[in-house]
C-alpha cells in the first residue's frame, strides 16, 4: 500500500533536511499485524516519531496501557488525510505529551516490511528531532497513554531498551532498533 507521505518527504527534505535512509524488515505476531492493519484507515501506513527534547537537554517519552513496567519509548502517530506535517506532528505532540513543539531535523526515515506467515505489511516512519517551546509534559490521551517521563540518553539504551527486549514483542524489537539508529544519527550528525 502507498503511503502519501513518501511524496511529501522532498518537501520536507526542504525544510528539514535530508534524512539517512534505513530499510528494515520485522517480522510480528499475527496480532501486532492486525493492529497494523487497522492502524492502516484512510490509506495510512506511516508514523511520524518525534524525539523531543526538553531544555535541559532529557528526551520526553511515552507509555501506552499494555507497556511493561519501565517500557517507554519515542511520541510518535498519523498525520491526517491532507494534514501538513507541521499540523500533525504539533497534533500528535500535544495529546500524547501535553507539550508544544517546534520541529527540528528530519532525521530518519525508515521503509519497513512487517511480516507474518501470511502476509506483508510496509510502513513508513518518519524521525524527526524537535524541541519543547511550551506546555507541561502529561498525557493529554488518557486512554492511549498511560505515563510519559523525561529521560536521558542513557536511560533510553539502557534500562527502556532492555524492557522493551525483555518484553519479547516484536514491534518493541522494531521500536529498539529505529531508536538505536535514531540515536546513532544523533551522535554521528549523520546527513542521509
Not at 506467515?117 to 510496509?122: A, C, F, G
Request: glycine share 8%.
Amino acid at each position: 500500500m502507498p503511503d502519501w507521505t513518501l511524496a511529501a518527504a522532498g518537501h520536507w527534505e526542504r525544510t528539514y533536511g535530508r534524512p539517512a535512509v534505513l530499510y528494515l524488515a520485522q517480522t510480528v505476531r499475527p496480532a501486532e499485524a492486525t493492529m497494523i492493519r487497522a492502524s492502516q484507515r484512510h490509506g495510512r501506513a506511516h508514523d511520524i516519531t518525534l524525539l523531543i527534547r526538553g531544555p535541559d537537554g532529557r528526551l520526553a517519552v511515552i507509555a501506552k496501557h499494555s507497556y511493561p513496567p519501565g517500557a517507554f519509548r519515542a511520541p510518535s502517530g498519523g498525520l491526517r488525510p491532507d494534514e501538513p506535517l507541521e499540523v500533525g506532528a504539533l497534533r500528535e505532540a500535544y495529546e500524547e505529551t501535553g507539550l508544544a513543539i517546534q520541529l527540528g531535523r528530519y532525521l530518519l526515515r525508515v521503509l519497513a516490511l512487517f511480516t507474518t506467515e501470511r502476509d506483508t505489511i510496509p510502513w513508513l516512519t518518519h524521525v524527526f528531532t524537535a524541541r519543547v517551546v511550551g506546555g507541561q509534559l502529561a498525557s493529554h490521551d488518557p486512554q492511549e497513554i498511560r505515563d510519559v517521563a523525561w529521560v536521558t540518553l542513557a536511560d533510553l539504551q539502557g534500562p527502556i531498551r532492555r524492557a522493551l527486549l525483555a518484553d519479547g514483542r516484536p514491534l518493541f524489537r522494531y521500536r529498539v532498533r529505529l531508536t538505536d539508529e535514531a540515536v546513532a544519527c544523533l551522535a554521528r550528525n549523520c546527513p542521509g
